[in-house]
C-alpha cells in the first residue's frame, strides 16, 4: 500500500503523518437535505400511498416497501406538500435511494 507523510498544523503543533489513498479518496459526510426522503434499507416498492402535489402530515404513510419479507411502512416525517416522487411500484431500489422531494 502506497503511503505518503504528510504535515497537519494543530493548535499551533506541527504533526508528521501519513495519509492512505483510501483517506484522501473517502467520501465526505454532507449535511442531509430535510427536504428529500431517502431509503434506509434496499428492497422492493410494494405501494405508494400518495402523488405528487398532495398535501401530507407528519405520521402518515406514503410509501410501503418490502425488505426481507417484512413490510416496512415509510412514514412522512413533517407536514409538507409532495413535490417529487421518484419510486415506482414493484421496483427494487438500494439502501440510500432518493425516493421523495418535498416542499
Known amino acids: 500500500m502506497s503511503e505518503e507523510y504528510k504535515t497537519l498544523l494543530i493548535h499551533g503543533a506541527v504533526y508528521k503523518t501519513q495519509w492512505t489513498k483510501k483517506f484522501e479518496n473517502r467520501t465526505f459526510w454532507k449535511q442531509p437535505d430535510e427536504k428529500e426522503i ?9 405501494s405508494i400511498n400518495t402523488k405528487v402535489g398532495a398535501k401530507v402530515k407528519a405520521g402518515e404513510c406514503i410509501l410501503i416497501l418490502e425488505a426481507m419479507k417484512m413490510l416496512n411502512r415509510v412514514t412522512m416525517p413533517f407536514d409538507g406538500v ?17 425516493i421523495f422531494v418535498i416542499e
Open 38 to 46: 431517502h431509503t434506509h434499507i434496499p428492497g422492493t416498492v410494494i
Open 82 to 98: 409532495i413535490k417529487e416522487i421518484l419510486a415506482v411500484k414493484g421496483q427494487k431500489i438500494p439502501k440510500g435511494t432518493l
